[in-house]
């Protein structure tokens, strides 16, 4: 009886197995082709502060037989085909000839974010790429900045703190992304050049009843303040978070509050009509 059960078993786990690589092999091939079938797309999320704008490029990618498929589904596979490295490029040109269309119409300061995998830092020269890029787009440096994850930062790697320090040389900005979670160590806010520290919207989704979260944050940000990082909130969905979180002293808020992610269209709509609203505060 128990050996039948194990068989079935088996015949199960195999089955879905079968499944699972045949759907996992489906997703590598149309990856492969998705940069040059124009399946990428960006979108554009508002980053707030008092007096200053910015915003997040995010990628999206959607395949006629897949559907809208998530980048916390493709990027890790697209970093492991290593086509992270051409869709890095394409969204950082996109992101920063964006940028500098904006920053045409408005003639407010700004910034883009773009995120940019530890893969990369291995396996290209990043520093190399922006000033290509700046150059081609005439975006002028201070108007980017790159978001690295902690794994860019534990490879513990000479190389990849020589490339974050020329960056910073350079005038790019460098956030910290999704602080708090992973191995967080607090020597990476020592030993890199880092301007901008975002945290992880796993702190944020709790507030502002939950005490323990609140006095993480407020640590988190007199930390920052103190090591003249600015400090980004992810995730922000509640007018009483957005509350909380300046009373507390956080720079820049990011989340559903404010916006989703959305085309570059209706990001531009965004800006204007925060433009509007900055100037008014001024009069
Ligand atoms: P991330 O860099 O931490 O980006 C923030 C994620 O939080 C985005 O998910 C965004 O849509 C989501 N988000 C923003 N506000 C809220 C909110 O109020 N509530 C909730 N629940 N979520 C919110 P998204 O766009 O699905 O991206 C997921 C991750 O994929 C990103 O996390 C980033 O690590 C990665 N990713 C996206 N685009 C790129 C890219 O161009 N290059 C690389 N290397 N990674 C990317
Ligand atoms: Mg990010
Ligand atoms: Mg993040
Ligand atoms: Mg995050």
């Not at 790429?129 to 490879?155: F, N």
């Not at 960056?167 to 956030?175: E, Q, S, Y």
Request: glycine share 6%; proline share 3%.
């Amino acid at each position: 009886k128990a050996k039948e059960n194990g068989r079935n078993c088996f015949q199960f786990f195999t089955t879905a197995m079968h499944e699972h690589a045949k759907a996992r092999s489906q997703l590598e091939g149309a990856l492969h082709r998705a940069l040059a079938n124009q399946e990428l797309r960006v979108v554009y999320q508002p980053i707030v502060g008092d007096n200053r704008l910015g915003c997040e490029a995010l990628l999206r990618w959607h395949n006629d037989a897949l559907g809208e498929v998530s980048p916390v589904d493709f990027i890790p596979i697209s970093e492991e085909l290593g086509l992270i490295m051409a869709m890095g490029e394409w969204v950082l040109y996109q992101a920063c000839a964006q940028a500098r269309a904006w920053l045409n119409k408005t003639q407010q300061p700004f910034f883009v974010s773009v995120n940019v995998s530890s893969t990369q830092f291995k396996r290209q020269n990043v520093v190399a790429l922006v000033e290509k890029v700046l150059r081609d787009t005439s975006l002028p440096a201070e108007c980017l900045t790159l978001e690295i994850t902690e794994t860019v930062l534990a490879d513990n790697s000479d190389d990849i703190e020589r490339q974050l320090e020329q960056l910073r040389v350079m005038g790019v900005g460098l956030a910290i992304d999704d602080f708090g979670t992973g191995y967080s160590s607090l020597g990476y806010l020592k030993r890199f050049p880092l301007s901008k520290l975002k945290i992880d919207r796993a702190f944020i989704k709790d507030l502002p009843d939950d005490e323990e979260d609140k006095t993480l944050i407020s640590a988190i940000i007199s930390m920052a303040s103190k090591l003249n990082l600015i400090v980004i909130a992810e995730g922000v969905e509640t007018p009483a978070q957005l509350a909380l979180l300046q009373q507390l002293g956080c720079d820049y808020t990011q989340g559903y509050l404010h916006s989703k992610p959305s085309s570059a269209a209706e990001f531009e709509a965004f800006l204007l009509k925060y433009q509007t609203r900055t100037d008014h505060s001024q009069i």
